[in-house]
Structure formats: structure tokens, C-alpha cells
Nanobody, 122 residues
Framework: QVQLQESGGGSVQSGGSLILSCIPS????????MTWDRQAPGKEREFVSN???????RYSQSVKGRLTISRDNIKNRLYLRMNNLQPEDTATYYC????????????????WGQGTLVTVSS
């Protein structure tokens, strides 16, 4: 089964930038929605951003205008450019793919990565 690996997390100061990547272990499947979620210490996991197969983007209100999601449909990779990071962005960021090995959207399932930690200091 395909595995996802996030990278690009790290420690930055307030106002800094990072680019997160999500790299799959294989590419022989169809990917529909690609999503970034995050989980801050002591809090529930929350939606950050999503991009569908038609490249339509959605963002949570808290990150709109500062984070930009993008995807590479050839390599099935997902990215998140993060600008003007704030301490409240500190969290573990997870990527999630809605995939179908049969390329049938009615016979798909979600795959999650293990997460990458982003720490923003004031």
C-alpha cells in the first residue's frame, strides 16, 4: 500500500517561512483530494488546506493568505508553502491523499503520512 512521507518541517521565528512536502512511496494509482491537516500540542487535529484533482484550493480561515497549497499530478506530490508563520501555527502537519488504485472514485480510501513538526517561536 502506498505510504506518504512529509518533510520540510523545522523551527523558525515568527514571520519566517517553510515549505512542506509530501512524497509518496509509489505513484501507480489515482489521487483525488490532497489535504494538509495539523495538530497542535494538546489540541485536536484540524483542517489546514485541500486541493482537488481539478486544482481547486481550499483553506482554513486561520491560514488563508499566508499558506499556499500545490500539487504535482505527475509525481503525485503535495506541497504547502508557509509564509509569515506565527506561534499559533506550531503543530505537527499531516498530509492525506484520497486515492484509488483502480482509478474509481467510488472505490477509494484515505492514506495518511506520519507528520512533520513545525515550531514557530515569537
Amino acid at each position: 500500500q502506498v505510504q506518504l512521507q512529509e518533510s520540510g518541517g523545522g523551527s523558525v521565528q515568527s514571520g519566517g517561512s517553510l515549505i512542506l512536502s509530501c512524497i509518496p512511496s509509489e505513484v501507480n494509482y489515482c489521487v483525488y483530494d490532497m489535504t494538509w491537516d495539523r495538530q497542535a500540542p494538546g489540541k485536536e487535529r484540524e483542517f489546514v488546506s485541500n486541493i482537488d484533482a481539478e486544482m481547486k484550493e481550499r483553506y482554513s480561515q486561520s491560514v488563508k493568505g499566508r499558506l499556499t497549497i500545490s500539487r504535482d499530478n505527475i509525481k503525485n506530490r503535495l506541497y504547502l508553502r508557509m509564509n509569515n508563520l506565527q506561534p499559533e501555527d506550531t503543530a505537527t502537519y499531516y498530509c492525506k491523499y484520497a486515492i484509488s488504485p483502480e482509478c474509481n472514485p467510488n472505490r477509494g480510501f484515505d492514506v495518511w503520512g506520519q507528520g512533520t513538526l513545525v515550531t514557530v517561536s515569537s
